[in-house]
């Protein structure tokens, strides 16, 4: 290791790379050294990674031995730093060389002072002590960690990196890390528990690495000490993948062993065809996957090569692909599965993202064949852990100024899509922290109703720029129709759920309305002299206007609104639109909006329905939107017509809502705030 820069040199190289931005990760370090063989950048690991190397050292021994392990740490990784899988793990990969390192140096020191101790007393050597607390079982059970979460608490808890240089330096998301090193901290304090010691963060930090240390390292040969304890690490490590590979091949022959025992007891079977010479060819069929983490799969892979994969929160379409010899099931939605075929049954093994094959940790599983045609019934809601950490960083949506037609477009699309894939996203983030608080939902689990459709088809925003209206593909065919409302809270957009969750359940739903919808479409009698198909588009209400009949309106309440009070009033409101001059409209209009709107002792004119009658209404959870089906007239033909309408409280009373202002050429406007055809 000759010729490595000294730790002041590496101290101004890692301020200059700190001043513009360009420190490469350990991934692109290592390849660097196995590459190009480059002192400088073993020299920038040696630096980086020195503190928590030493720290682990000398919590197990004392200066002296604590040394020698330290430098044969290092002497490991140059002569085995091709081995390092992944390129991103160095300083997991180190913490575990330099915690095997310090045991086997306690090892020999204990033998060597027993062997001293059968010779004649000499004087002690002043000798620097070890740290006074006992910390074995932390590295004891820090190393037992599966490498995901050990590798973030070494970069966070060990070296003291931020998560986001953490996410840098492992190549994944923050969010990801932020998950990976809660669940890491708990299981470590769980197994901590269970010894009797307490975790302490603190204790785990790095120390700084006294600069003689750290310049032995680049001090020309080793010791022998140095380079028998190398030696034995890597003997050790050799040993250990072979125990591994072995326990890997004994498993497979004890399953193998296992299957053809449970069919000793079998009449013998016909012999069976040979096995086809296209891998894929013995995947066709229907299988249930059974992983480890007690999620349940249900696959069909048809003879053309398609693939479809089923779990409770997911539905996807795929293709089986054989990539040097394995046989892979790779997802639209970013998975891949590779399937070993084990006599009747098959080993499945699950990454995601896609780009994680083969280098991260796959989830396992066995797949058996099932008579099942159909895969199982999704759960209707979806659990949400209070430590669930966000995928993505810009949720909930900023606003920057006025909430435009194109800042709801795209929350809502982001929204609808989203329902379903619940794992990808946090939906605490789209829910209005206000209504959180108020259902006391902000500090545990939220079990909500997410969306089971097969795809958006359309959606429409209303005039106030805060409804939206969902038109999406049914489950079983035909279409549903969700109605959800943003609302703008701290320059942020948010969903209102408005109604609290069911109070057995714990369950409520994201939206305010969620209705089948009836596609068939009629068409009017023949021969047929209704007037009402001639009407105008408009009608226009003079101010002295008095109404020829009994209103009844505007309607009173004697408390909040019920669902069957705005039945009411809607069913009065569609079918008085269809004999406007029995009624005057004035009465059914917020009596604030038409004073804003400077319409309040003028004529006004609003848009009419050209209806032919309601065909269906269904009233939202916030007893305040009401979405009506009518049948409608267009070019002599009746289609059919989706009108929602928004009303209001004031003074008492029940007011229609039309949000928008009237329109400036024609001064006519219209009372509901979104109509469309679905």
């Known amino acids: 290791m000759a010729g490595i820069p000294s730790v002041r040199v590496m101290e101004q190289l890692r301020a200059a790379a700190e001043r513009d931005g360009s420190a490469p990760t350990d991934g692109e370090l290592l390849d660097r050294f196995i590459d190009h063989r480059d002192e400088y950048a073993l020299a920038a690991l040696v630096h980086r990674h020195g503190p928590m190397v030493w720290r682990v050292c000398r919590r197990l021994l004392a200066h002296h031995d604590a040394e020698d392990a330290f430098q044969a740490t290092f002497l490991v990784l140059v002569r085995k730093a091709a081995s390092v899988r992944p390129r991103e793990a160095v300083a997991n990969w180190l913490y575990g060389v330099a915690h095997r390192s310090a045991l086997m140096a306690r090892r020999t020191a204990t033998r060597r002072k027993v062997r001293e101790s059968q010779v004649s007393v000499l004087p002690e050597a002043a000798a620097t002590p070890p740290d006074p607390c006992d910390h074995a079982p932390l590295d004891q059970e820090l190393s037992r960690l599966p490498d995901r979460f050990r590798a973030v608490l070494v970069l966070c808890d060990l070296e003291g990196r931020t998560r986001t240089e953490a996410a840098r ?249 989203d329902i379903r894939n619940p794992g990808k996203v946090r939906f605490r983030d789209f829910i209005d922290p206000r209504y959180l608080k108020k259902h006391g939902l902000t500090d545990k689990d939220l079990a909500y109703e997410i969306g089971d459709n097969t795809g958006l088809r359309n959606y429409h925003l209303a005039d106030d720029l805060r409804t939206i209206l969902f038109v999406v593909d049914a489950k079983g065919g035909g279409k549903e129709l969700i109605v959800a409302r943003w609302v703008v809270y701290e320059g942020r957009l948010y969903l209102s759920p408005e109604k609290g969750p069911d109070p057995k359940t714990g369950i409520f739903t994201l939206w305010m309305l969620r209705t089948k919808f009836d596609e068939a479409k009629q068409s009017p009698p023949t021969g047929t002299n209704d007037t009402r198909l001639e009407k105008p588009p408009h009608v226009v209400e003079k101010a002295d206007m008095k109404g020829r009949m009994e209103s009844g309106l505007p309607h009173k309440l004697g408390q909040e609104p019920t669902e069957e009070n705005i039945r009411v009033v809607t069913k009065m409101f569609s079918s008085k639109m269809r004999t406007y001059p029995d009624i005057r409209f004035r009465e059914f209009f917020d009596p604030r909006y038409l004073k804003k709107r400077g319409l309040t002792d003028k004529d006004i004119a609003f848009e009419v329905a050209g209806d032919r009658g309601i065909h269906d209404y269904t009233v939202a959870d916030d007893n305040r939107t009401t979405l009506v089906t009518m049948d409608s007239t267009k070019d002599g033909k009746v289609v059919r017509e989706l009108f929602l309408l928004r009303w209001v409280c004031s003074d008492g009373c029940l007011y229609v809502s039309p949000e928008k202002a009237p329109d400036e050429k024609t001064g006519i406007f219209t009372p509901w705030i979104l109509r469309t055809k679905p």
């Open 169 to 417: 330096q492992l190549g994944v998301p923050e969010g990801t890390v932020a998950g990976r090193l809660a669940r890491a901290r708990a299981l470590l304090a769980k197994r901590l528990t269970r010894r009797g010691v307490a975790l302490v963060v603190g204790a785990m930090a790095a120390s700084s690495v006294p600069e003689s240390v750290a310049n032995a390292v680049s001090a020309g040969p080793v010791s022998p000490a140095v380079e028998a304890l190398s030696t034995q690490v890597l003997q050790a490590m050799t040993t250990s993948k072979l125990k591994a590979v072995a326990a890997a091949v004994v498993g497979v022959l004890a399953f193998t062993t296992l299957a053809v025992g449970l069919a000793g007891d079998k009449p013998l079977a016909p012999e069976r065809p040979k096995v086809p010479d296209d891998p894929a060819e013995r995947l066709v069929g229907t299988w249930t996957v059974k992983f480890e983490n007690e999620v349940n799969e249900w696959c069909r892979v048809n003879k053309d090569h398609s693939a479809k994969v089923v779990e409770p929160l997911r539905r996807s379409p795929g293709k089986v692909e054989v990539r040097d010899g394995a046989v892979l099931i790779v997802c639209d939605d970013d998975r891949l599965e590779r399937w070993t075929p084990v006599g009747d049954a098959a080993v499945v093994e699950h990454w995601f993202p896609a780009s994680a094959y083969p280098k991260e940790k796959p989830v396992k599983g066995i797949a058996e064949r099932t008579t099942a045609d159909e895969p199982p019934e999704s759960p209707p809601h979806f659990v949400e852990k209070p430590d669930m950490q966000p995928q993505f960083a810009w949720l909930p949506h900023k606003v920057e100024g006025e909430v435009t037609e194109e800042t709801i477009y795209v929350a809502s699309k982001e929204f609808i899509a």
